[in-house]
């Protein structure tokens, strides 16, 4: 036998546990002196600084019992025939297929290879090296242990690199879909645990805008394991690496403690402090790297959403205010409107005293007047005695002052309607039985010294009685600025008719005149406000143009309407108020 074959050596007692920092094998075979040999052999094997950990099984029963309660085993040296020729084949499909352990290597060792034919064992089974036992020395079975553990150590790398990769694609919209910082920070923390697959402890602090470095402007947003009591101010051991993190700007990586760097895209800085049971792999690190690279966007999107939401906030308490102002002008606009509309009326009440009071007893005055200047000029004139002048001429000198004076202020009131009627139509009424027999002729009475002035005949056509609920105050307003206008535009020596009938269910007011009537343009601004027509005063009287805007306002009150009739210039025309059934 060469010198290199495995030598059979005495039991020795297999640790009890796994311990840190070692390569797991299982040695599966049914021959004791395979196991004392092996152990033998590798008694003083290192690779990376790390040792190993020889777990035995003597049967494929055994194995499969071990294998389902250690995973972290790396290589399977593996016997074929145990309990049966094939009992080391079926355990094979049973790593692969039913614990689906890809990763673990599996060296077949075969003292009979007649029983399992390498090409066939090697396209049949997913096995990564077949040895006879014969062929495997020392040290053979150093270096396929070797190239065993390199492989398993790729392959772990790559296991971890995947596993990693999904938690951080998994991770990605748990942590961008946060909307607290806490929260965010707490998930940031559960996932580098998961990402590391140990148990760790970390913390994450938060450094606002361009704050010292080295000063005291951080807040913690979240810690875990034994940093989880302390989630509003840094442990004074820690705050040392804390500091020296944010100073470094960069990622961190030491025995004990790892520090991670974020920065935001809005100027903040995050750091967060990793203290694991384990120094980090190159695997580790790279996707800690990967994972924090993803951060700078989850927490702006937090910093954002809270901005938000804050904005919102202030926006709902402006609208509040605003609205609440609103509601107070509003408030005070209704009082003043209340009290405009209070003054409107008032006014209202005014002009229409002015209007029958005032305007109407002067119109009386100076008609009287002028009948009692003719009465004078037809007395005998008495010769005086001496040089003084006459009684007559003295009495006509008055009655002309009489009537200058009436004309004057009917000239005042018509002026004084004039500034003020601007709201005029703004009218309302106060509704009583009205006899608009009576009415009218009351109107004609007043006015007719005006018209016998000029020489006009004014006359009526009047019903006994005729009765209709409005404002008697009104109706009287609206018929005098008819009769008044017809006085004032018809020529000296006209006529004037004011006629008071029923015409099937309506009630008619009107007064015709012998005046200028109409044109077409008269026609189309008639009753419109302020509005002046084409005909003249025949005796020089003053117009304000609100007359006729008045009639047709106050027969609109009383639910009818104002009309005017004329077959065009030169021919008179008819001004009426007709007033429907339900008003009657």
Known sequence: MDDDLLELMPDEAPPSGPRTGTWTIALVDDDPAVHEGTRYALSGYELDGRGLEILSAHSATEARKLLAERRDIAIVLLDVVMETDDAGLRLVDYIRRDLRDETVRIILRTGQPGQAPERRVIVDYDINDYKAKTELTADRLFTSLTAALRAYQQLKRLDETRRGLEIIIDAAPMLLDQKSMQRLAEGVLTQVASLLNAECAGILVLREGNADATGGAFSVLAGSGLYGSTPESLDPKIRPVVEAAFAARQHNFGEHFS?????????????????????????????????????????????????????????????????????????????????????????????????????????????????????????????????????????????????????????????????????????????????????????????????????QSLTTQLPDALTMSGDAERLREALDNLVSNAIKYSQPGGAIAVTVRREGAATVIAVADEGPGLSPEDAARLFGRFQRLSAKPTGGEGSTGLGLSIVKRIAELHGGRAEAFSDGPGTGATFLMRFPEEGV
């Open 259 to 455: 520090t991670l760097y974020v920065r935001t895209a809005s100027g903040r800085e995050i750091v967060a402090l990793i203290d694991a049971d384990r120094p980090l792999s190159d695997t580790d690190r790279a996707l800690i790297t990967l994972l924090t690279g993803r951060l700078s966007i989850a927490f702006d999107n937090v910093i954002l959403y809270e901005q938000l939401q804050r904005a919102n906030v202030t926006l709902e308490q402006r609208v509040t205010e605003r609205t609440a102002e609103l509601i107070r002008a509003n408030r005070r606009l209704a009082l003043q409107r209340s009290d405009l509309r209070r003054a409107n009326s008032l006014k209202t009440e005014i002009l229409g005293t002015i209007a029958h009071d005032l305007k109407n007893p002067l119109a009386v005055i100076l008609g009287r007047s002028e009948m009692l200047a003719d009465l004078i000029g037809l007395e005998p004139e008495e010769k005086p005695d001496s040089g003084e002048r006459s009684p007559r001429a003295a009495m006509n000198t008055q009655v002309e002052h009489v009537r200058a004076s009436a004309t004057r202020l009917i000239g005042m009131i018509d002026s004084l309607m004039a500034d003020a009627m601007n709201d005029a139509l703004d009218i309302t009424l106060r509704r009583e039985a009205v006899d608009l027999s009576g009415l009218a002729r009351e109107v004609c009475e007043a006015n007719r010294p005006l018209a016998e002035a000029k020489g």
